[in-house]
T-cell receptor, first 115, second 113 residues
Framework: AQSVTQLGSHVSVSEGALVLLRCNYS??????LFWYVQYPNQGLQLLLK??????LVKGINGFEAEFKKSETSFHLTKPSAHMSDAAEYFCAVSDLKAAGNKLTFGGGTRVLVKP | DAGVTQSPTHLIKTRGQQVTLRCSPK?????VSWYQQALGQGPQFIFQYYEEEERQRGNFPDRFSGHQFPNYSSELNVNALLLGDSALYLCASSLPDSGNTIYFGEGSWLTVV
């Protein structure tokens, strides 16, 4: 069975500071990995995904994530936080070899950006 | 190009009632999944439909059922509602294979009183 752990349910950063959101996964087979963002009262929007190509993945809104197999991690970063980055972020894993396209999500990390 | 659309946006039901939520997938997508997101938690997979058949199911009781129509739209039905069914229900669409981008709708907020 797959699982995802997001360290820190809440993260507070100053505007202009580095944003670092941590994600560790457990999977018995090579995974696909995703980061989604959820703004208040909205659905989920894909930020980026890893599907076994380059280990450093660039996404929308200046975010990027690095797949590290040895650490089973897929941490999300953004060099300089903007007020509009305040939202909840979810890491998710999908089974490369399973039939169907199903996501297993972590518990989420809520980001607060201070002016 | 319309994305994933869901209806209704919000609804309130009483314990023991039944509810039907509706979803239209993104144009060109034939696979529809439903997720339940309780307050303060990550989404949990309920089930997935492909070619009008339930292809995968998460750890949800039989009170949760669904349907996919020939035009790929889908319904989620929940019978005998419990207070614990209060959540945001998200519909997601994609192409069928693992790794394809999954697009989510805005969700349907269900409150059970």
């Amino acid at each position: 069975a797959q699982s995802v752990t997001q360290l820190g349910s809440h993260v507070s950063v100053s505007e202009g500071a580095l944003v670092l959101l941590r994600c560790n996964y457990s999977s018995s087979v090579p995974p696909y990995l995703f980061w989604y963002v959820q703004y208040p009262n909205q659905g989920l929007q894909l930020l980026l995904k890893y599907t076994s190509a380059a280990t450093l993945v660039k996404g929308i809104n200046g975010f990027e994530a690095e797949f590290k197999k040895s650490e089973t991690s897929f941490h999300l970063t953004k060099p300089s936080a903007h007020m509009s980055d305040a939202a909840e972020y979810f890491c998710a894993v999908s089974d490369l070899k399973a039939a169907g396209n199903k996501l297993t999500f972590g518990g989420g990390t809520r980001v607060l950006v201070k002016p | 190009d319309a994305g994933v659309t869901q209806s209704p946006t919000h609804l309130i039901k009483t314990r023991g009632q039944q509810v039907t939520l509706r979803c239209s997938p993104k144009s060109g997508h034939d696979t529809v999944s439903w997720y339940q997101q309780a307050l303060g938690q990550g989404p949990q997979f309920i089930f997935q439909y492909y070619e009008e058949e339930e292809r995968q199911r998460g750890n949800f009781p039989d009170r949760f059922s669904g349907h996919q129509f020939p035009n790929y739209s889908s319904e989620l039905n929940v019978n005998a509602l419990l207070l614990g069914d209060s959540a945001l229900y998200l519909c997601a669409s994609s192409l069928p294979d693992s790794g394809n981008t999954i697009y989510f709708g805005e969700g349907s907020w269900l409150t059970v009183v």
